[in-house]
């Protein structure tokens, strides 16, 4: 019986600590301490999106499907999917992290040339979701973010975000773009404050 109750005890253990586990780090921030600027810059290559498409093979089927539908409506919506990345996405983004490293003096910006260290902002994979009035679903991205000492492009160290989720809590997210935009915005806050936590 006492055999019994120490497994119990071990399995409970091991399934509150790989719980929740958070996000994944690497490397230590102290490297930002005295720094007044990070210059930040984004990718999107190779990026998977919904049922694990590549996003180019999601994007064709998206513009073949609205074009059937009606004619050009289909290459309205991919200049808008691309557009909102520098339109929505990154200021969403970029606004959320200055907001949370403001007490640290750091200033996060893509334009910045004073900048010691660059911060990669690497989209893995977005979940659009969707809204269709009695039915909805959040979006959610999977960032990757690379810390590179420009001088020397040696990598510092990264922080890794799974599930970013996006939607509006008054739910006027019809649009696609404003619920990915809000996976941007809640990514930037949840790095901004890891970095200022450690910065203490």
């Known amino acids: 019986m006492k055999r019994l109750s120490v497994l119990m005890i071990i399995s409970l253990v091991f399934a509150l600590s790989s719980f929740g586990q958070g996000p994944a780090k690497k490397g230590k921030y102290t490297f930002l301490e005295g720094e007044s600027s ?13 049922k694990q498409l590549d996003e180019e ?57 004073e900048a010691k260290y660059l911060l990669i902002v690497k989209t893995v994979y977005t ?24 001088a020397t492009g040696k990598e510092v160290a990264t922080y890794t975000l799974d599930g970013v989720p996006g939607s509006q809590a008054m ?20 790095l901004g404050s890891y970095i200022a936590k450690s910065l203490k």
């Open 127 to 150: 979940e659009p979701g969707f809204h269709v009035g009695v039915m909805k679903k959040a979006a959610s991205v999977n960032f990757v973010f690379v810390f590179v000492e420009i």
């Open 38 to 50: 990070l210059k930040v810059a984004y990718e999107y290559d190779n990026m998977k999106v919904g």
């Open 57 to 113: 093979e999601y994007v064709a089927d998206k513009v073949a499907e609205a074009n059937k539908k009606e004619a050009g409506k289909g290459d309205e919506w991919k200049k808008g999917w691309l557009d909102s990345r520098e339109a929505r996405y990154q200021p969403k983004f970029e606004a959320l992290i200055n907001q949370e490293l403001e007490k640290t003096k750091i200033t996060v910006s893509e334009n910045t040339e």
């Open 171 to 190: 739910g006027y997210d019809f649009d696609v773009g404003s619920r990915i935009a809000e996976s941007y915005a809640k990514a930037g806050k949840m």
